[in-house]
């Protein structure tokens, strides 16, 4: 009997699939398995991962050698040197002796690790959870910021000599503060924090800073107190209680809630905890300082941050242009009277600052600190304003006496000058065009020019508000025109260079630009004021573009203009307010100070004008004079070309005789500055 064959032998599990022809010989390695690749793969990423880890712990180490982190942190200090390199003041820290965990109260930390790092306990170092959350917030917040970094990763910036926001100083960074939490213990960390970090007013340390503000030791800090110094290391100097006591409360309230949502303390307990009260025990300092340095010192300080050793930020001053502007207010015939000057570029660059005429014998800054009545340099805005709303510097305004409603100002000497262009009233600085103009507009837009090129100071919503009586300092005024010499708005004083921000920053903070036709006319008008109107004494041979400013009885007497590409605010007044001597005005001595500092400041050299032609009271290359006869209101206008006479009926135009022939002879009627702040 014939046994059938099986239709197929039994399959080989080792047997190599079919080959096609011409594939060549079958390799002698067994294909691995899924198990074995996944295996190699993990050992590839593992090799390469350790190899990325040698590479930036050997980089770290040339860059930043961990074993300074573990170093004690030397004192800090603070030299100030302007962009070409010259020193201009070095600044000293107050400190005290470090703290020691185990002697303070548990709410100090508590408060510390609430508001900066609540897992400061838990993370290595680095807590992806509060990066995370801040990219967030920052991604999607109105403009307000938040940072990722933990106690250790600030702690670690201190090794740095710079502060600067580039990813390799972060990368930095978090690898020492991994390396410090392997070799330091939490409380060791939290000590050498607390003792060098930066509290505002140049203290350093929990201790200086417990003295200074609370005159106790840090062992015996409250809970509002405790708090108030935690709210403090978001901005030192900004929030410091000595000078900004409100906002220090508001950020220590703060620091209370989150120590209730981090479990360290009861709402009960929070609600029932009166605020934080002042004993501020002052150290002398005896540091260089100059106006500037004063002015800049605390955004130095906070760009360094708690940092070892001095520090040498490089700021926006120019050492030639400085010394240009203090011998400018030092040749100056002031008198009893003080000076301030300020100078930047059109991008707020601040190049130099005069904020009194000898600061060993008063450090108060008249350019930045005090608070003045601007007069008619204040009519920017009025005329852009005015802009804003359709109007051209050739349309038409009525330089008469105001005769209706309770505001009543008049132009200085009371002079007018009938019916004259914008143009004319801006040169002349007629005080009732200037209120006409702001009836027209309304006062509302002419707050919104203000705010918009920079003016936080509060302005007054009436009528006189046109004429400059709402109190500003110095330095927003040089914003505001800095505004119009870089065509885009608005412009911030500052004393350090930019630091580099990132694309939602640049976002959140970009300029908006005037439109051309705006930029236009109010340069022509600041080009007619500073060149043939009331501030002439100021005219370089380069393009000039400014406005006087005189306020009531002369107590405050301002120039501020532009030239070669430089934005320069003049002041001249008394502390106490008192009228200056003679009438004096923003026409006067401030122009001939901004002129002699400015020909050298561009480079252009300029001799001193004769005193006589600097006069702003007498007659400019265009003039209108108003003169009441028997047969009504006669108005008179001379320029280069001629003179026009209007009788009511119609202008008649006299042109000026060619050279050879003499002209008419015309008795000249003195034009005045017309700007009082008052009626």
Request: proline share 7%; hydrophobic share 45%.
């Amino acid at each position: 009997m014939t046994q059938d064959m099986p239709d197929s032998a039994p399959l080989d599990p080792f047997a190599q699939p079919p080959r096609e022809f011409g594939a060549g010989p079958p390799s002698a390695f067994a294909l691995p398995t899924p198990w074995r690749r996944r295996l190699q793969i993990t050992g590839w990423v593992m090799a390469a991962g350790l190899a990325v880890l040698m590479l930036l712990v050997a980089w770290l180490a040339v860059t930043a050698p961990l074993s300074r982190s573990l170093k004690p942190i030397a004192p800090p200090s603070i030299s100030l040197t302007s962009a070409d390199g010259h020193l201009i003041a070095r600044r000293g820290a107050v400190i005290d002796r470090p703290v020691t965990m185990a002697e303070l109260p548990a709410h100090v930390p508590q408060a510390f690790m609430a508001i900066e790092d609540r897992r400061f306990m838990t993370h290595w170092g680095v807590d992806p959870r509060g990066i995370a959350r801040a990219m967030w917030h920052n991604l999607w917040s109105d403009g307000s910021s938040q940072g990722g970094s933990t106690i250790t990763q600030q702690l670690a910036k201190g090794v740095f000599l710079s502060s600067d926001r580039t990813f390799g100083r972060k990368a930095r960074e978090a690898l020492i503060a991994l390396w410090l939490e392997a070799w330091l213990t939490k409380d060791q960390i939290m000590e050498r924090y607390l003792s060098n970090v930066y509290f505002g007013d140049n203290v350093y340390g929990l201790r200086a800073a417990a003295l200074h503000y609370f005159n106790r030791a840090p062992e015996r800090l409250t809970i509002p107190q405790a708090a108030m110094l935690a709210g403090l290391l978001k901005a030192p100097s900004r929030l410091a209680p000595t000078s900004n006591l409100k906002g220090a409360r508001a950020r220590a309230a703060l620091v209370t809630q989150a120590m209730v949502d981090a479990g360290y303390l009861a709402k009960a307990e929070r609600n029932a905890l009166p605020p934080a009260r002042l004993n501020v025990h002052d150290t002398p300092d005896a540091t260089t300082g100059t106006y500037f340095a004063d002015w800049v010192l605390a955004d130095a300080r906070d760009r360094a941050g708690a940092v070892y050793g001095e520090q040498k930020i490089e700021t926006t001053l120019d050492w030639r242009i400085q010394r240009l502007a203090e011998a400018a207010i030092r040749r100056a015939p002031l008198g009893g009277a003080q000076a301030a000057l300020v100078a930047m570029k059109p991008d707020g660059s601040v190049v130099a600052m005069v904020g009194g005429k000898n600061y060993a014998k008063s450090s108060f800054n008249r350019a930045v600190q005090a608070k003045r009545q601007p007069g008619s340099t204040f009519k920017l805005f009025v005329y852009l304003a005015a802009f804003r709303a359709g109007m051209t510097p050739d349309d038409m305004i009525d330089d008469t006496p105001i005769t209706t409603g309770a505001y009543r100002p008049a132009n200085h000497s009371g002079k007018y000058r009938g019916r004259i262009t914008l143009r004319q009233a801006f040169a002349a600085s007629s005080n009732v065009a200037a209120v006409r103009l702001t009836q027209k507009v309304g006062i509302d837009n002419v707050i919104k020019v203000a705010r918009d090129l920079g003016v936080t100071a509060p302005l007054t919503e009436d009528l006189s508000l046109a004429l400059g009586t709402s109190e500003i300092p110095l330095v927003e005024l040089a914003e505001a025109y800095a505004a119009v010499a870089a065509g885009a708005y608005p412009v911030l004083a500052h004393g350090l260079p930019p630091e580099e921000q990132g694309w939602f920053e640049k976002l959140m903070q970009r300029q908006r630009q005037f439109s051309q036709d705006q930029l236009d006319m109010i340069r022509d008008l600041l080009s007619s004021a500073a060149n043939r109107g009331t501030g002439s004494a100021a005219a370089l041979r380069t393009s000039t573009f400014g406005k006087t400013g005189t306020t009531q009885d002369s107590r405050d007497a301002i120039f501020v203009g532009y030239a070669g590409g430089l934005v320069t605010a003049v002041w001249i007044g008394n502390d106490d307010n008192a009228p200056l001597p003679g009438g004096a005005a923003g026409g006067g001595v401030p122009a001939r100070i901004w002129r002699n500092f400015m020909s050298g400041a561009i480079n252009e050299p300029v001799e001193d004008a004769p005193e006589e032609t600097q006069d702003a009271d007498l007659v400019n290359a265009i003039a209108n004079v108003t003169v009441e006869t028997g047969i009504g209101n006669v108005g008179v206008g001379l320029d280069e070309g001629g003179m026009t006479v209007d009788i009511g009926g119609g202008p008649i135009r006299l042109p000026i005789a060619p050279s050879g022939t003499p002209p008419p002879r015309i008795v000249p009627t003195q034009l005045d500055e017309g700007e009082d702040s008052g009626p």
